[in-house]
């Protein structure tokens, strides 16, 4: 795959653009969380669509699909970004992330299971942990039947994060936040009785959390058992398309305490809350939320907090 451009900085993140073979381009991440070193922790982020048809009203992914990568195509980001720093393949990182979590949801591309299956083989990586984060779309079943069967056989105790992406308790603007049909939250949480066994990692229900936006500790009881799932909030990340649709983010990343009362409410009905406020330094480079390029170029009025960095292209 040829390098189209890149952007970002070695301490924290690096966006790369790629072009494949069949002229297509694909973008990948790499960041480190400082001040931990790579030897610590290392994260990838690999595009699994080619653009992403849903178009989530808070994501610079969304939008200019055309298509579905090869098995190839996804391995090869992340050979791409660990042959440069591991050209022999072993990587020594004490937790080696890999997300399928940049341009589009893992659940429309079935070779996203074969791409987990390769992983241990391909690479020396003693703290390899894959993390698949979807939107759950309606008939999905057969994919998330191959990752659980993937995660039984390849990740157990604790080596696999699985996330479901659902905004809002209220289901009305959960399909507004999320511009498709999704599971209903009853076959999420069976999935979850299935899915999460002794040692394993707690799945995690993803809130990007929206000015009055309604996420109800309480509907989430009656549907997810706190021992088998966890709540993570963020804030909304700075992207255009938030921008153009008016979505605030509830939670201030400069103040965290903003998010307290939500977070009581939860641990009140006993789930584990992660507050999760990403390095503000990804936000300046755009690491955050796939199809940099894109966003960035047609983009009519700059951010003010995000896309900051130079591109440097071919
Ligand atoms: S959040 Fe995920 S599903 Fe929604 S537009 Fe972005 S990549 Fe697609």
Redesign the pocket.
Known sequence: MKVIAQTGHEDHAIVTILETASGHRLECVESVQPPAGRDEKWVLLVST?FG?????P??????NYHGKPTLEEVIGQIDFMVDKRYPDRRIPCRQFKIQF?????PCLNPVVPDVLRLLPERYDAPGLMPSV???APVGCEAFLARVLEMKNRLYSRGRFQFQF?IHSTDSAVRRRL?P?QTLPFRTMAEFGDRFVQAGDRKITLNFAVVENISVDAAVLLRHFSPERFLVKLTPVNPTYRAVENGLTSAIDPLRPVSAGTLTRQLQDAGFDVILSIGNPEENRIGSN??QFLRSHQEATAPLTDGYQYPIFSD
């Open positions: 669509l992403c048809p849903i178009g989530c808070m994501c610079d992914a969304g939008g979590a940049r341009m589009g949801d984060s979807t939107i992406s999320i498709a939320c796939g």
